[in-house]
């Protein structure tokens, strides 16, 4: 039986090495970079997309119009999209700056939907695979949910469970208040540099 052998990295396997781990980055970064060229090409009605800083390709800024026909209708909503390295086979993380109520948006401002969620088996049996992260969702196809999640709130499946209940007992009393408050709050500080 074969007693077990440790290789030791030659300089032309380091260096072999190193340009595919440079090509896999640079691989990376392509989707991404492409995602940016496509939605400054041709803007996708409802929301605007682009880097926080030039030489950052993992965080984007999104400004969201609130959809029309809905209490966020008029509003004018700032997030944060936080890529992974290994994107597109991880979801980004969404997190709101702007103040927003909404049963699937937490109270620090993260969003929780199905398409943000980890690839594979919902550990809780609440969504099926092909609800979650797929390597072929984009920009996009993000800000298309995120949009009709203001649409339409999940409150089977709360992140905050305030706003949750007071969109199911009371839609049209103090739910809608909350929400005409941050689509005042947004207008204002829409357009703020911070």
Not at 165 to 181: L, N
């Amino acid at each position: 039986m074969h007693a077990g052998f440790c290789e030791i990295p030659t300089k032309k396997k380091k260096k072999k090495q190193q340009q595919e781990e440079a090509t896999k980055k640079n691989e990376e970064n392509t989707k991404l970079k492409i995602e940016g060229r496509k939605l400054n090409k041709n803007p996708v009605e409802g929301f605007s997309a682009g880097l926080i800083e030039d030489n950052d390709l993992y965080r984007w800024e999104v400004l969201i119009i609130g959809p029309p026909d809905t209490q966020y209708e008029g509003g004018v909503f700032k997030a944060h999209l936080t890529f992974p390295k290994d994107y597109p086979l991880r979801p980004p993380k969404m997190k709101f700056i702007t103040d927003i109520w909404h049963p699937n948006v937490d109270k620090n401002g993260d969003v929780c939907i199905s398409i943000l969620h980890e690839p594979g088996e919902d550990k809780y049996g609440y969504e099926k695979p092909e609800e979650r992260w797929l390597p072929i969702h984009t920009v996009e196809t993000i800000m298309i949910s995120v949009i009709s999640m203001l649409a339409d709130p999940n409150g089977d499946s709360p992140a905050n469970v305030d706003a949750a209940k007071e969109w199911r007992e009371d839609r049209h009393g103090a739910f809608k208040r909350k929400v005409a408050r941050c689509v005042r709050k947004s207008q204002e500080t829409a357009f703020d540099m911070h």
